[in-house]
């Protein structure tokens, strides 16, 4: 019984880190007008992940695997980038047509967030 107590305890410590941490993400992208297609916490490699919801434009998902989890941003560049997509003209909602200082905190978000809770944690 206290095994799966621990268990428990270590699977919700990682879905709020990686919530956090994803959302830092997901917080600048959407901050800065670039559409978010998908939300997911946990990878998803070989098996379809369970889709929670939509909303506006994204949908929010669970996959199977819990080692980390992501965000999938519209015009990110990426090894699963298909060539047919980087042919098509830049839009103006997407990743590769902002800025660099906005493309930048989009990218670092992710740490800023684990920075931030860090200290609120030393904090207390």
């Known amino acids: 019984m ?3 107590i ?7 410590c990682f879905c709020i880190l990686i919530l956090l941490h994803e959302g830092g993400h997901f917080f600048f992208a959407k ?3 670039i559409r978010v297609s998908k939300f997911c916490l946990f990878f998803d490699p070989w098996i379809k992940p369970l889709k929670l919801f ?4 994204t949908d929010y998902c669970i996959g199977w695997l819990p080692l ?3 965000v999938s941003i519209e015009g990110m560049v990426d090894e699963s980038t298909s ?3 980087l042919g098509k003209e830049v839009q103006p909602w997407e990743f590769r047509a902002k800025p660099a200082w906005q493309r930048l905190l989009v990218m670092v978000g992710g ?3 684990n920075f931030l809770l ?7």
Request: proline share 0%; glycine share 12%.
């Open 6 to 12: 621990k268990t428990a305890q270590l699977l919700l």
């Open 111 to 113: 740490v800023l967030v």
């Open 68 to 70: 980390g989890g992501y």
């Open 83 to 85: 060539a047919d997509k």
């Open 54 to 57: 939509t909303y506006k434009g």
């Open 118 to 124: 860090a200290l609120f944690i030393y904090a207390m």
């Open 2 to 4: 206290v095994f799966l």
């Open 31 to 33: 901050l800065f007008g």
